[in-house]
């Protein structure tokens, strides 16, 4: 991206939330590059389920190899590939849920990228916060030790910037945010409440499959909720309140839910958004 003539970026997640503000960083540079996006996808978030064709291994490796093999048949001078950290363990708890083991598959495709012969670059970001960007210390690190610190989260636009200012060739890192003294606290808490929002719906997803499940018509199937709700639910209510949220979704997004049992009214509360 260094000639003196404007770069063409194809953006392939643009209606994502950090797609989105890659797509508009480019706009607002419009005398360096000239910014393409796929349109976003129209109607509501989905549920946290896997739909037919929408499993992690058919987008996650089928769906980014199949753009990076188009991309090397167009002559793409360089990828930058946005992943995550947690790929070093295939026990992480977030390859458990819906049976997805969507961090291998991720892994996957990086090395598939990187095997490619296109120039690239591999982003390996914490967990993406929707927080403002520029703010905190920006740490870099390899093979997730990132992961054995207190710095395990990223403000989006930190890493939509990332994506913008890299220009180095064949380069994997993990990035995150240092929490600093103003926001140590917090980035503790969000971390405890990321594990909590876990372990509580790993422990629903089995208890509904072992217990509920069998009981139901083959035509029902199980709509876990998703981390992000959960994770957001426990911070802003606690362990006990969180709990009962995490359940209310669960109950709304299946079958036999949604009869008169609604906490959000109780807690006299929005209900926290949606992934």
């Known amino acids: 991206m260094s000639d003196l003539s404007k770069s063409t970026v194809l953006v392939t997640g643009a209606g994502g939330r950090t797609g989105q503000i890659v797509y508009k960083k480019l706009k607002e540079r419009s005398d360096q590059y000239t910014a393409r996006g796929f ?4 109607g509501g978030r989905p549920e946290f389920y896997f739909e037919d064709g929408a499993f992690p291994e058919q987008v996650d490796w089928i769906g980014q190899k199949n753009q990076i093999d188009v991309a090397k048949a167009a002559g793409v001078k360089q990828i930058v590939l946005v992943g995550s950290m947690g790929g070093t363990n295939p026990n992480h708890p ?16 990086e090395q598939y990228l ?3 012969g296109i120039p690239y670059t591999i982003i390996r ?6 927080k403002e960007g520029g703010v905190r210390e920006l740490l870099v690190g390899k093979d997730d030790e990132l992961l054995q610190t207190e710095t395990r989260t990223i403000a989006r636009a930190d890493v939509a910037e990332v994506c913008i200012q890299e220009e180095k060739s064949r380069r994997r890192f993990c990035v995150s945010n240092n929490p600093g003294e103003d926001s140590a606290k917090s980035g503790v808490e969000d971390d405890e409440g990321n594990s909590l929002a876990v372990e509580a719906a790993l422990s629903m997803l089995k208890f509904y499959k072992r217990e509920i499940s069998p009981l139901l018509p083959k035509s029902c199937r199980y709509v876990p909720t998703c981390s992000e709700y959960s994770m957001i639910a426990y911070k802003k209510y606690g362990v006990v309140k969180g709990t009962i949220l995490t359940a209310w979704r669960l ?22 958004p949606e992934q």
């Open 114 to 116: 990187a095997d490619s």
């Open 39 to 42: 349109d976003p996808t129209k």
């Open 251 to 272: 109950c709304r997004c299946n079958p036999l839910g949604g009869s008169g049992f609604d906490p959000p009214r109780w807690f006299d509360e929005t209900t926290p």
């Open 94 to 109: 977030l390859n458990s849920l819906g049976n997805g083991n969507i961090l291998i598959w991720k892994r996957k495709a």
């Open 125 to 130: 970001a914490g967990g993406l916060q929707d």
